[in-house]
């Protein structure tokens, strides 16, 4: 595996380069340090990595770099593209919030579109609707979150209607409460534990206490968790452990997923920041439409080809 990085004109050549038998062009993107390998596969509805490949691309010592790969592919269902993504450790998730970020400004810079742009991305979590804003920011209109128990899915029994809210969960030898929220893929989250009087997100061993959780008996296809400290009624500040990633800088979908268990568990308003370690999210969770809206930032790291 061998990466290089075009020495002048990075965007111009990237775009008018054809890929050899071997080599993979790609664009680096993050969205508040949460970074993705994009990958131009609008000709075909087969990904040009396997899972094990997008792992070893992944690979921060070995490979590129990477929290996941993202592959933007011809659109299905009426949709104008198609979002697949492989996470680094070669899972597949439904979506990433972060992600379908970075895929609207990839969109934007491969098809030269200037301005205000919104398209709609068919994910495994259902259609996506991302907007890119005048400033350069993303909006994204996230849909409904899914509140049953048995379709996030979680083990755990229901607390209010079907929702599991401030539910016990034992972990570490700790009796958390956890509210469950799919945003098409499935969150567990946490304000703290009966053992402790105020959760301090910084100061908790995600490494250790993260796979636990993702693990856990009481969530059949793993789960991401965040951990979530109130700063005022609409200020928010997490830590995540991501399924199939790992402790990573940001995460849109567990941000979404915060502020819902938050407006249920009566701790915050609708519209929320939610202060990542890579920078903040606004959040919003409507009452009109029941839909979540997240608006935060894209941007390119370096573009490259790699020869797999």
């Known amino acids: 595996m061998a990466v290089s990085a075009p020495r002048s004109g990075a965007a ?9 038998e ?19 596969n609008r000709d075909s509805s087969v990904p040009k990595v396997t899972p094990e490949e997008a792992a070893k ?24 593209y198609t979002m ?12 990433c919030g972060n992600g379908v970020r970075c895929f609207a400004r990839f969109i934007a810079e491969i098809e030269n579109l200037q301005g205000t742009n919104r398209f709609t991305i068919h994910t495994g979590a259902g259609k996506i ?12 209109d996230m849909g409904e979150p899914i509140l049953s128990g048995l379709d996030i899915p979680t083990k755990l029994l229901a607390t209010k209607n079907k929702a599991v809210v401030q539910a016990e969960l034992a972990v570490e030898g700790l009796t958390w409460h956890v509210t469950c929220v799919s ?34 008996e009481m969530f059949p296809a793993r789960t991401n968790t965040e951990f979530v400290q109130v700063l005022s009624r609409s200020h928010l500040k997490m830590r995540v452990w991501e399924r199939g990633a790992g402790a ?37 969770w409507r009452e009109d439409d029941n839909h979540v809206y997240m608006t935060g930032p894209a941007e390119v790291v370096f573009y490259g080809s790699v020869v797999h």
């Open 84 to 95: 697949r993504i492989f996470n680094s450790d070669g899972s597949e998730p439904e979506m």
């Open 183 to 216: 945003m098409g893929n499935p969150h567990c989250v946490t304000f703290g534990a009966n053992e402790l009087k105020v959760l301090q997100v910084d100061d908790l061993k995600l490494s250790e206490i993260g796979p636990k959780f993702e693990h856990h």
């Open 248 to 284: 990573t800088l940001a995460c849109g979908t567990g941000a979404c997923a915060v502020v819902v268990a938050a407006v249920l568990e009566g701790r915050a308003e609708r519209k929320c920041v939610v202060d990542l370690p890579g920078g903040p999210l606004e959040i919003e």
């Open 129 to 140: 609707v991302p907007e890119i804003q005048s400033d350069g920011q993303v909006k994204v």
């Open 57 to 80: 691309l992944c690979d921060r010592n070995f490979g590129i770099g990477a929290d996941g790969v993202i592959f933007v592919m011809p659109g299905v269902n009426g949709a104008d």
């Open 22 to 40: 071997r080599a993979l062009h790609f664009v680096k993107y993050q969205g508040l340090g949460n970074d993705f390998i994009m990958v131009d």
């Open 12 to 20: 111009t050549s990237f775009l008018e380069r054809r890929e050899s």
